[in-house]
């Protein structure tokens, strides 16, 4: 190769770098076949893999596969890059066919191919695999490679081997940041709060990476007001000049959960501070923290400022309306959903209904139900039956509701029969709310919930021989009933209290604010 090739050579793997079209990366690809760099043996594997790496990055999953097939005798760097490829396009079962084709061909991997390999039996939870390929990074010797054994102990933790994960992070003689981070974010993976909190609190560094897969396994395991407080944690410390999308999204949701709207203001200034809006899934934690929170103008708002609407968009904007009675309103909106050529997922239909059940919409609502039975692509989900159960009982059509829950093809759950059993009690059907209830008592035979709603639905009734029976059964059962949680967002603090608690010390100021309010309750006679 003359000077004038080796600079046009240089030039085109500078600018694939920096490729952000597809028009521009065909015309290099064009350029570099018609120079014949393609076919020239010392270039060809570097530029292939750039080429590869370009599409993929345009998700153009296709084009790249064609590029390596035109490679003679791919080295393990362009095995490697197609591993990637098809793992970056959500094909990790493809990733691991290739890897088993790199080693028929008898080629020896590397750390990168071993470490690709991995992340495909983790997203496979093929265990067998993981095993496998574990057994040959001993073999050669990759063992003592930091980045692969992290995604070792990623591996593990996909598959719910927690006991390997730990045993492989021990035996790391090096120790990262995401090392601590990987295995961290398995112990969430498996719900298991406790042990992710000992990994966290043991760790000698933590970055942002490690801050958020607290937080968010914190939100995702049903504790939100640990969530916050960790956040706050985080806020005091060095931690606290850095934030990300993900963050952002997990604060809220633990802020919509709890009620908390003082708090996710203020998390929405910092949001806007530093241009996290703009990124779609902040914008619709947003609004699911702002419906929560009662605030259905700021919902509007925001759903009118975000440039292009996902799904989840939608979704929420539907939702929001359901919860606030707002039914004639979700249906607009989902019309409009659906003009706009975003395809409506299971928990659109679900939100969509909902909203018609909230409304007392029952023709529309079982329209909705008809075009989904209808449909070949969705078919209706338990919850999706649930709904229109709860829809049929809130308009008083007990019979039909209770012929919903017979002919459907799925088996009711507790919370479909516990629908049932509330609107029996709202009409006064007593008959079918005995049936409901003791079908809720067969599925979930601890629920004290039911067992107390019988109880005073006897008792209502003068049907003191049953009553007494319910209690019978709560003592022979060991059911109690479980005391009512009360959450206050005090100066931007949420605090959570039990009924009857006595080992938790309220501060004097909530006591007198409980004091306050009782008498408040009391002089109105409410």
């Known amino acids: 190769m003359n000077q004038f090739d080796l600079m046009k050579y240089l030039s085109l793997q500078r600018t694939l770098q920096s490729c952000a079209s597809i028009d521009q990366i065909k015309r290099i690809h064009a350029l570099c076949v018609t120079l014949g760099f393609l076919h020239t043996q010392n270039l060809q594997q570097p530029l292939s893999c750039k080429l590869l790496q370009s599409y993929k990055n345009v998700g153009k999953a296709e084009q790249a596969q064609r590029v390596f097939d035109q490679i003679n005798d791919p080295d393990v760097v362009s095995w490697t890059c197609l591993l990637n490829l098809y793992l970056h396009s959500g094909l990790p079962s493809k990733s691991l066919s290739a890897f088993s084709r790199c080693l028929h061909v008898g080629l020896r991997p590397d750390s990168f191919l071993i470490v690709a390999a991995l992340s495909s039996c983790g997203k496979c939870k093929d265990l067998v695999r993981g095993r496998v390929v574990h057994g040959m990074l001993l073999r050669n010797g990759f063992d003592e490679n930091p980045v692969v054994g992290n995604a070792l102990i990623d591996m593990y933790c996909r598959n719910g081997v927690m006991g390997m994960a730990a045993l492989v992070f021990e035996s790391m003689g090096s120790k990262d940041v995401f090392s601590w981070t990987?295995?961290?974010?398995?112990?969430?993976?498996?719900?298991?709060?406790?042990?992710?909190?000992?990994?966290?609190?043991?760790?000698?560094?933590?970055?942002?990476?490690?801050?958020?897969?607290?937080?968010?396994?914190?939100?995702?395991?049903?504790?939100?007001?640990?969530?916050?407080?960790?956040?706050?944690?985080?806020?005091?410390?060095?931690?606290?000049?850095?934030?990300?999308?993900?963050?952002?999204?997990?604060?809220?949701?633990?802020?919509?959960?709890?009620?908390?709207?003082?708090?996710?203001?203020?998390?929405?200034?910092?949001?806007?501070?530093?241009?996290?809006?703009?990124?779609?899934?902040?914008?619709?934690?947003?609004?699911?923290?702002?419906?929560?929170?009662?605030?259905?103008?700021?919902?509007?708002?925001?759903?009118?400022?975000?440039?292009?609407?996902?799904?989840?968009?939608?979704?929420?904007?539907?939702?929001?309306?359901?919860?606030?009675?707002?039914?004639?309103?979700?249906?607009?909106?989902?019309?409009?959903?659906?003009?706009?050529?975003?395809?409506?997922?299971?928990?659109?239909?679900?939100?969509?209904?909902?909203?018609?059940?909230?409304?007392?919409?029952?023709?529309?609502?079982?329209?909705?139900?008809?075009?989904?039975?209808?449909?070949?692509?969705?078919?209706?989900?338990?919850?999706?039956?649930?709904?229109?159960?709860?829809?049929?009982?809130?308009?008083?059509?007990?019979?039909?509701?209770?012929?919903?829950?017979?002919?459907?093809?799925?088996?009711?759950?507790?919370?479909?029969?516990?629908?049932?059993?509330?609107?029996?009690?709202?009409?006064?059907?007593?008959?079918?709310?005995?049936?409901?209830?003791?079908?809720?008592?067969?599925?979930?035979?601890?629920?004290?919930g039911v067992y107390m709603l019988l109880w005073n639905m006897y008792c209502v009734a003068d049907m003191w021989k049953e009553a007494l029976e319910i209690r019978k059964f709560m003592r022979e059962r060991r059911v109690r009933k479980n005391p009512g949680c009360s959450m206050v967002d005090v100066n931007g603090v949420v605090r959570e209290f039990f009924a009857e608690d006595t080992s938790l010390h309220v501060s004097a100021e909530l006591c007198h604010l409980l004091k306050g309010m009782k008498e408040h309750l009391e002089t109105y006679h409410f």
């Open 182 to 448: 990987t295995l961290l974010n398995g112990y969430m993976l498996c719900n298991n709060v406790s042990c992710a909190r000992e990994v966290f609190d043991a760790m000698p560094e933590r970055n942002l990476v490690s801050w958020t897969a607290m937080i968010t396994g914190c939100v995702r395991a049903g504790a939100p007001v640990q969530a916050l407080e960790m956040f706050k944690q985080m806020e005091a410390g060095d931690g606290g000049a850095l934030h990300c999308a993900d963050l952002m999204v997990a604060v809220l949701s633990a802020c919509a959960d709890v009620g908390a709207l003082d708090f996710g203001q203020c998390i929405h200034g910092c949001v806007k501070k530093r241009r996290l809006e703009l990124d779609v899934a902040v914008s619709n934690a947003l609004m699911d923290m702002y419906s929560k929170s009662g605030r259905l103008d700021l919902v509007v708002r925001i759903f009118d400022e975000i440039l292009k609407k996902d799904v989840f968009s939608w979704t929420t904007m539907i939702s929001g309306y359901a919860y606030h009675g707002e039914g004639h309103l979700a249906l607009e909106a989902f019309s409009r959903m659906l003009e706009s050529g975003v395809n409506p997922n299971e928990v659109t239909l679900l939100s969509v209904l909902t909203a018609c059940s909230h409304a007392g919409l029952v023709v529309e609502g079982k329209l909705l139900f008809n075009r989904m039975i209808q449909c070949r692509y969705m078919k209706p989900k338990i919850e999706h039956y649930g709904c229109l159960v709860d829809l049929l009982g809130r308009a008083g059509l007990l019979e039909e509701a209770k012929e919903v829950i017979g002919m459907m093809p799925i088996s009711p759950d507790a919370a479909m029969w516990r629908s049932l059993l509330n609107a029996c009690l709202v009409h006064g059907n007593l008959s079918m709310a005995q049936i409901a209830g003791k079908k809720v008592i067969e599925l979930e035979p601890n629920d004290d």
